[in-house]
């Protein structure tokens, strides 16, 4: 009104009113948008947090014991072990050289050369805990380490449904060969992505991975 009264122009007045209305609308949408963005990254965070949370509690309990029992399987275990060997001086780089390496790497399995009963009744009496890690929903969000239960998870079952495995007929340890050698792959890769998480996320607990590191011989948990 007040506008009109030194103005006199409304035409002008109404296109001027028109066009404010218009951009409250656009304020409001663009402050929903980043609002909306910002909790995104922040569930987003959180959800990564806890998914990195069940990726430790799945090494602590079963994923560094099994990788000391797939190492002794691989015939070229000498060959790896020498490139798993990591220390506080890893930079993202050389985890990057170590992961490459890892790609390219050519595993010799043989069910036959390791210890083969150790690892079923191993795997038989964490069968209940793999099975509660695959019914987590955060799961979803994270391929590679789902990828890795499901294989170590097939793998237990096929153990499980043996009586022994000791005698058995070749075809029987040429299947079990192939199925420990798929869980063995992704355990190696989900292994490294742990501990490069852990270097830059949680020194402490990196500390500990590294003295209980599985392709280390010389690792002990005690400071040296």
Not at 145 to 172: G, M, Y
């Amino acid at each position: 009104m007040n506008g009109y009264v030194i103005f006199r122009d409304p035409h002008h007045i109404f296109i001027y009113l028109v066009g404010d209305v218009a951009f409250v609308f656009i304020e409001v949408l663009l402050v929903t948008l980043i609002i909306h963005q910002v909790l995104s990254e922040r569930e987003k965070r959180a959800m990564l947090k806890k998914l990195n949370m069940v990726i430790g509690a799945f090494f602590n309990e079963v994923g560094t014991e099994l990788l000391r029992f797939f190492s002794a399987f691989d015939a070229n275990n000498e060959k790896i072990s020498r490139h798993l060997i990591i220390d506080d001086n890893c930079s993202p780089e050389h985890f990057a050289q170590i992961r490459k390496f890892i790609e390219n790497h050519d595993c010799k399995i043989d069910s036959t050369i390791g210890e083969l009963e150790g690892l079923q009744k191993f795997l038989v009496n964490n069968r209940s805990f793999l099975l509660r890690l695959l019914e987590n929903p955060n799961l979803l969000e994270h391929e590679a380490f789902t990828e890795l239960l499901w294989a170590v998870s097939h793998l237990a079952e096929e153990l499980s449904h043996r009586a022994t495995v000791n005698d058995l007929p070749a075809k029987d340890y040429e299947h079990l060969t192939g199925d420990i050698k798929r869980a063995y792959q992704l355990l190696v890769r989900e292994w490294l992505s742990h501990m490069e998480h852990l270097k830059q996320e949680y020194p402490y607990l990196f500390s500990l991975s590294v003295r209980t590191n599985p392709f280390n011989k010389e690792a002990s948990v005690e400071f040296k």
